[in-house]
């Protein structure tokens, strides 16, 4: 008899936790994946900036893992309200939350909650067409922006503001974003790092690509990339070596001429938001100084600040996890606690049977897709040790979807969401771009009911 496994989350952590146990064969596993939108791939759908087509190659592998006959995919199920963590106790041997980090993580500086402050998050979620974030409104009349963050959303962001519309009109890109982004007056980035260029968290094919810009000059000064004692022992990593090279070059080039700039400035780290009637009109920022210590090069405030005049402000600053109702959660970390991988009723506490954690959940938002794949292995190799001599709860299969069913919620499957894709897909081709997205909830279950019967 197979063990039955639950997984909370369909992007890439819990199909790399799906593939894992599916390919284990003593004991065997069937799994049930839960996600709380109608459609699968987490971030791959919704994250994954439009210009980068070729990261969502990777839903192929997603694809293939769900042909699997002892899997089966649950749409719509929200944990916590449609379904309780003492449901999967009831129905499950054991289950894992691949949850991934909802929020965004705050500044905590003066100013963050005026109008036009937001949070890198909510724009990606927005130009991505995701449900929770469709129908927010950007002014995009200011013609100067800050970002502040250097990591990989900060890229995607500064990207996507800076790009020719034209461009991004062939991608998957939701249409009201694309409206909204071909009457936008922004014509400058930019791009705030609070330490130096040799902690820059982004990518060298990330900052490259910026570099590379038809639409938009890469600025950056000599000064601001010149490395300094402190930074000396960092640019034996490679992937730092090859931005402060980069950058290096590229702040040779000066201003440019094209229309559009983005800015990048090391150093600096926002100290305030400044508003106007409500609204954002700049950014204060403090220069910093660099200081190595124990845990690495640290910034330290000079006391020197600029105000930078800007009409919004995108805080790209990191992920953070939101709490589960019946779930542990550290809020510290934005994390389910867990050793491991094996989840603890609490941050430094003891060891809860049955439930497990990957991703984002687990350790934390960093890492690009493909650094799942190990750590959800790593996560299964210990429900595989948990469960040597397995003594199955022996649910009936049928039953978790009468338990569903019957408090009314609308369960979408596999076969659902490749219908709705295939419709994604034949809409763009259409307008002539890769995919247009159906983006608000219901509009996606009345298709789906309709493309059942088609
Ligand atoms: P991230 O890589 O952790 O970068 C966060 C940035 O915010 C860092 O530059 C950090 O600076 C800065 N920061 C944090 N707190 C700050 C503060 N109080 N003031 C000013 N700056 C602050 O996070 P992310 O960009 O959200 O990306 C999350 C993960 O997804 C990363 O692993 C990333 O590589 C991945 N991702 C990959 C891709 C891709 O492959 N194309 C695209 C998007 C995301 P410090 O370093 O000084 O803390």
């Not at 390919?23 to 709380?36: G, L, Q, S, T, Y």
């Not at 200011?142 to 990989?152: D, K, L, P, Q, Y």
């Not at 959660?329 to 049955?354: E, H, S």
């Not at 687990?362 to 790593?378: E, F, H, M, Q």
Request: glycine fraction near 10%.
């Amino acid at each position: 008899m197979s063990l039955r496994i639950a997984i909370i989350g369909s992007g890439p952590s819990g199909f790399y936790a799906a593939d894992a146990l599916l390919k284990h064969a003593e004991p065997a596993f069937e799994v049930d994946m839960f996600d709380r939108l109608p459609t699968p791939y987490g971030l791959v759908r919704g994250g994954v900036a439009p210009d980068h087509q070729s990261i969502k190659n990777v839903t192929k592998i997603y694809d293939k893992i769900s042909s699997n006959p002892n899997f089966r995919f649950f749409g719509n199920v929200v944990l916590g309200t449609d379904l309780t963590v003492a449901d999967l106790a009831e129905h499950y041997d054991a289950w894992i939350y691949a949850v991934g980090a909802a929020r965004d993580r705050k500044l905590g500086v003066p100013g963050e909650d005026l109008l036009g402050s937001h949070s890198a998050t909510e724009l990606v979620g927005w130009y991505n067409g995701h449900p929770d974030f469709r129908d927010l409104q950007f002014d995009l009349t200011a013609e100067r922006v800050a970002v502040v963050g250097v990591g990989n959303v900060a890229m995607d962001v500064t990207r996507i503001l800076s790009q020719d519309p034209d461009e991004l009109a062939k991608t998957d890109i939701a249409a009201h974003a694309l409206e909204a982004l071909r009457s936008s007056r922004i014509r400058e980035v930019i791009v705030l790092g609070r330490r130096g260029v040799a902690q820059a968290a982004f990518s060298p094919g990330e900052i490259k690509e910026i570099g590379e810009l038809e639409s938009a000059d890469l600025v950056v000064s000599p000064s601001e990339v010149a490395i300094d004692a402190a930074s000396e022992a960092d640019l034996a990593d490679a992937n730092t070596k090859k931005n402060v090279d980069y950058l290096t070059e590229r702040s040779t080039f000066g201003e440019g001429s094209r229309d559009r700039k983005v800015r990048l400035r090391f150093l600096a780290s926002p100290v305030e938001i400044l508003g106007e009637n409500g609204r954002v009109s700049a950014i204060r920022i403090e220069k910093n100084r660099l200081e190595a210590g124990a845990n690495g090069v640290s910034a330290k405030g000079t006391g020197v600040t600029e105000i930078l005049p800007v009409g919004l402000v995108f805080r790209s600053v990191g992920y953070h996890g939101v709490a589960i109702p019946g779930v542990p959660f550290d809020p510290k970390g934005g994390t389910i606690p867990n050793v491991q991988g094996r989840v603890l009723d609490a941050p430094q506490g003891q060891v809860l049977p049955r439930q497990y954690v990957v991703g984002w959940a687990k350790r934390g938002p960093s890492g690009l897709i493909g650094t799942n794949r190990g750590d959800s292995i790593a996560t299964v190799q210990q429900v595989i040790a948990d469960f040597a001599s397995p003594s199955p709860v022996g649910a009936d299969k049928a039953a978790i979807v009468k338990v569903l069913t019957d408090r009314g919620v609308f369960l979408t499957d596999y076969a659902d969401w490749k219908r709705l894709d295939a419709h994604e897909l034949a809409q763009g081709q259409a307008a002539g771009k890769i995919r247009e997205k159906v983006t608000r909830i219901p509009e996606m279950l009345d298709l789906i009911l309709k493309l059942r019967t088609n």
